[in-house]
């Protein structure tokens, strides 16, 4: 054995020391779930670590002002308004999450990539609550990334965003220690007091939209998104904290669930607020469309992120309503995969110009099709759909959400302990 080999072993040996849960970590979800069982887990790794480094390559920008910074361009393909947006605080967690999930004994830069998006989150902060982020970013004609702000729209936070960043810095907490530059657990304890501060409404202990929303703001107020409902992390934040707020919050999250969710589909709305003492789903346009009371854009993700919390502690009060929805995407559908349509009203209709091909609309029912074993042979069918969708032919949203869904399907995502 050469010096060269030598000395690739001991850095390599180093890394993984300084690594405790490099990918892939084959995480034993609750027994009686599933994964693709067509191919090998191998081959499952794989196809996330090369999907991985096609998203890594495209989306994950080094900041040329502030060259020890990173961001996830969400905006490249000029979807978002205004055009010179750059990222939002959805991506910039995703970015967060997946550099901490994807990180490997064969590359130590995602630890490099975490600290750059790290140091970005912290220089854009809410101007509501410093320690969340604001939740969109633009370049200014002098090539400055600043917070968005307009006569309509100020620097405030989205809880989506923050509650993702602060689950990825118990993350690194968990996979490089706290004991460097960054002292990621006490930064995640810090944000998660954040958000039962500014994005948890203190009188009912549910989610709010963002902490630009004051308790008694006669139309936000009694909001919540559903999309947001990530108990995994909320059962995170509450372990870290010990704060009993949080078993409140998540009772009142799983609450609300089984108030809105369509008895007929499982299906969720984009938007849900409180109505004599009930949550119910929004009519009309609430805060971004006129599918804010259905199953859109932002309520696909659902599937996924109440799934979670049932594949990693077993918590079943979701289940009812996720098996609810795995029989009737295969009843809509006819079992076909291809039949997935991007939006439904709750009974299950088409919305209107919908169409298919969206991986927005089809990972997530991947995820929850992980539930239960009687969905084994469409979940072969949603991952091979997945996989078959080129990267090049979808945009950041699709793409990121598929990657993430592919993560928590080859049972690679975990729980920060």
Partial sequence: MGIKDLFRNFMIKSRTELMMKPFPQHTKYTIGTIKPNYIDQK??????????????SKYLIKSSMK???YYI????????????????????????????????????????????????YKDHPSNNNHLLMGWKQIKDKNGNIVNYESSTDNPDSATDGDMDIAY???????QWGSDGEINYLNEAKRMIKAIMLSDVNSIDLFLKLGD???????????GTRPSDFMIDHLKAF??????????????????????IYNLYTGLLPDFAEKQNGHFKPVKGVYLE???????????????????????????????????????WIKRKTNNDPNKIKSGYYLDGRDLPNS??????????????????????????????????????????YGNSIKLLCMVVISNNWWFPE
């Fill in 43 to 56: 081959k499952l790794d794989q196809q996330v670590k090369e999907f991985y480094q096609m998203w890594k």
């Fill in 67 to 69: 060259p020890n910074q």
């Fill in 73 to 120: 361009n969400s905006n490249i393909e000029g979807m978002i308004e205004p055009k010179n947006t750059v990222s939002i605080s959805e991506s910039h967690g995703h970015g967060m999450l997946l550099m901490v999930i994807m990180a490997n004994t064969d590359d130590f830069s995602e630890k490099i990539y975490f600290d750059g998006l790290y140091r970005f």
């Fill in 168 to 174: 990825s810095l118990l993350l690194a907490h968990y």
């Fill in 212 to 222: 630009w929303v004051p308790n008694d703001n006669s139309k936000y107020g009694r």
């Fill in 238 to 259: 509450q372990k870290e904290t010990s704060d009993p707020r949080w078993i409140r919050v998540i009772d009142k999250t799983y609450i609300i669930t089984n108030q």
């Fill in 289 to 327: 469309s006129e599918y804010d009371g259905y199953y859109f854009t932002n309520a696909c993700r659902t599937p996924w992120r109440l799934s979670l919390d049932y594949l990693l502690t077993g918590d079943n009060r979701a289940l009812t309503l996720l098996n609810k929805l795995n029989s």
């Fill in 355 to 396: 169409s298919e091909n969206h991986l927005e609309f089809i990972s997530p029912f991947a995820v929850s099709a992980m539930v239960n074993d009687n969905n084994q042979e469409w979940l072969n069918m949603l991952w091979e759909k997945m996989i078959s969708i080129d990267f090049n032919k979808s945009r950041y």
